[in-house]
C-alpha cells in the first residue's frame, strides 16, 4: 500500500472493513488466535477489501507506529493459513509513515464464504467496529449466497400438503409446457415437496410454500409487504399485503397504481419482484417495505442484493426466478426498460443486513 492510500484511510473511523491496533504481538497462542479471529470477521463482511492497521491507537488515532520486527509477513500468512478454513486471502506489508512503521493487513473480498476457525468451529463477522459471532441465520444466509445450501428447497416441517393451492401448481406445469401427474413424485423432482430419506416422510419444501400456498405467512409472518403511503402527509396509510409471491405481485403493483400514476411502472413492478425473489429470508424480523412519497417509491429489503445485478438483470435466486417467469406471460413483473432501470438507485446496507432501493 502506497503512503497516499494510506493517507486516505487513516482519517477513517473504525468499522465492518476498517479495525485499529495499537501495536503487535504474535508469540502466544491467545495472540495468533486473536488476529484469526480478527481476519476471520473481516473477511466475512459482504463488500471490497477491509484492512487492519497496526500501530495507531483506536480510539484516539494517534499514530504509535511499531517495531517493525515484530510484523512478520511470513508467520501472519501462516497463522492465517492453518487456522481459517477456508483460508481468507490477504496481504501484509511495512508502510514508513512520516517516520514511523505501520503494519498493515489487507483483506481481499472473498467468494468462499463463510470462513470459520478451524480450532474452534466458530464463524464470525465485524459488527460496526467490533468482533462478534454470527448468529445461525447469517451463516445460514451466506452458505446461500454462495452456493453451498439452497434455501428453497429446503422442508418445511410443519406445513402440509393441503396447504398447496393445486390449481396454480396445475397452470404452472401447463404453462411450463409438462403434463401435469398430480403425483407427489413429480412434485418432489420439481422441488415444491421434499422426502426425507430415512423416514420417507414428505414435506412442502419454503420454495414451495412462497410460491403455491395459499397463505405462506401462516409460517412465515415476515414474507408479508407492508406499503406505507405518505402521500398525503407525514403519517402513513399502512397496507399489509400477504399471499404468495405471484398474488403479492399483482396486490403490490395494483396498490401502487391506485395510489399515483407511474410513467416507469414496469420498473416498480420488476424491482418488487426482485425483492420478493432475492430478500433474505432467513432475516425473520424484517418484511420487505414499500414507501410511497409524492417524489418517490423507496424500498427497503432485507439482505443485501448485489446493485449490479439491477443493471444486468441477473438474479442470484434463478430456482424462483425462473418459476415467475413462466407465470409472467404478460411480461408485467420481469421485463423492464433497460433505460429507465438505469436511474433507480440502489444502497447497501452491510452492517443492518439491508437493501435499499429508490425510484423517482
Known amino acids: 500500500m502506497d503512503v497516499k492510500k494510506l493517507k486516505l484511510l487513516l482519517p477513517k473511523p473504525e468499522g465492518p472493513k476498517l479495525d485499529y491496533k495499537e501495536d503487535i504481538s504474535l508469540n502466544t497462542e491467545s495472540e495468533?488466535?486473536?488476529?484469526a479471529r480478527d481476519v476471520c470477521a473481516i473477511a466475512n463482511i459482504f463488500g471490497g477489501r477491509g484492512y487492519i492497521i497496526y500501530g495507531v491507537?483506536?480510539?484516539?488515532?494517534?499514530?504509535?507506529g511499531i517495531n517493525k520486527d515484530d510484523f512478520n509477513e511470513e508467520k501472519i500468512q501462516q497463522i492465517i493459513s492453518t487456522r481459517l478454513d477456508p483460508p481468507a486471502t490477504v496481504s501484509a506489508e511495512l508502510v514508513n509513515y512520516h517516520g514511523k512503521y505501520l503494519g498493515i493487513i489487507t483483506i481481499y473480498s472473498s467468494n468462499n464464504k463463510p470462513h470459520q476457525l478451524k480450532e474452534n468451529g466458530a464463524f464470525y463477522i465485524r459488527r460496526g467496529s467490533t468482533t462478534d459471532f454470527m448468529h445461525k441465520e447469517e451463516i445460514a444466509y451466506m452458505l446461500q449466497e454462495y452456493g453451498l445450501i439452497h434455501i428453497e428447497q429446503t422442508p418445511v416441517f410443519n406445513a402440509q400438503i393441503s396447504?398447496?393451492?393445486?390449481?396454480?401448481?396445475e397452470k404452472y406445469f401447463n404453462l411450463s409446457g409438462l403434463n401435469y401427474q398430480k403425483d407427489e413424485v413429480q412434485l418432489i423432482s420439481s422441488g415444491f415437496l421434499y422426502q426425507d430419506r430415512e423416514t420417507k416422510k414428505i414435506y412442502p419444501t419454503l420454495g414451495g410454500i412462497?410460491?403455491?400456498?395459499?397463505?405462506?405467512?401462516?409460517?412465515?409472518?415476515?414474507?408479508?409487504?407492508?406499503?406505507?403511503?405518505?402521500?398525503?402527509?407525514?403519517?402513513?396509510?399502512?397496507?399489509?399485503?400477504?399471499?404468495?409471491i405471484l398474488s403479492q405481485l399483482y396486490t403490490i403493483s395494483e396498490t401502487l397504481?391506485?395510489?399515483?400514476?407511474?410513467?416507469?411502472?414496469?420498473?416498480?413492478?420488476?424491482?418488487?419482484?426482485?425483492?420478493?425473489?432475492?430478500?433474505?429470508?432467513l432475516n425473520i424480523n424484517r418484511c420487505i417495505e414499500v414507501l410511497v412519497y409524492k417524489d418517490k417509491i423507496e424500498m427497503i429489503i432485507p439482505g443485501l442484493l448485489d446493485k449490479n445485478n439491477f443493471r444486468k438483470l441477473e438474479f442470484k435466486n434463478l430456482w424462483m426466478y425462473f418459476k415467475l417467469m413462466i407465470f409472467?406471460?404478460?411480461?408485467?413483473?420481469?421485463?423492464?426498460?433497460?433505460?429507465?432501470?438505469?436511474?433507480?438507485?440502489?444502497?447497501e446496507g452491510p452492517s443492518q443486513d439491508i437493501t435499499k432501493i429508490i425510484i423517482r
Request: glycine share 2%.
Open 57 to 64: 491507537e483506536d480510539k484516539t488515532k494517534k499514530i504509535v
Open 163 to 169: 396447504d398447496y393451492d393445486f390449481k396454480l401448481i
Open 32 to 35: 495468533k488466535k486473536e488476529l
Open 257 to 281: 397504481s391506485s395510489i399515483k400514476k407511474y410513467d416507469n411502472m414496469d420498473v416498480i413492478n420488476f424491482c418488487i419482484s426482485k425483492a420478493l425473489i432475492e430478500r433474505n429470508y
Open 328 to 347: 409472467d406471460v404478460d411480461k408485467k413483473f420481469l421485463y423492464p426498460n433497460i433505460k429507465k432501470l438505469k436511474k433507480i438507485k440502489v444502497f
Open 210 to 244: 412462497l410460491l403455491f400456498s395459499k397463505n405462506p405467512q401462516i409460517y412465515f409472518p415476515h414474507t408479508s409487504v407492508l406499503i406505507k403511503d405518505f402521500t398525503s402527509g407525514s403519517d402513513a396509510n399502512i397496507r399489509v399485503c400477504t399471499g404468495n
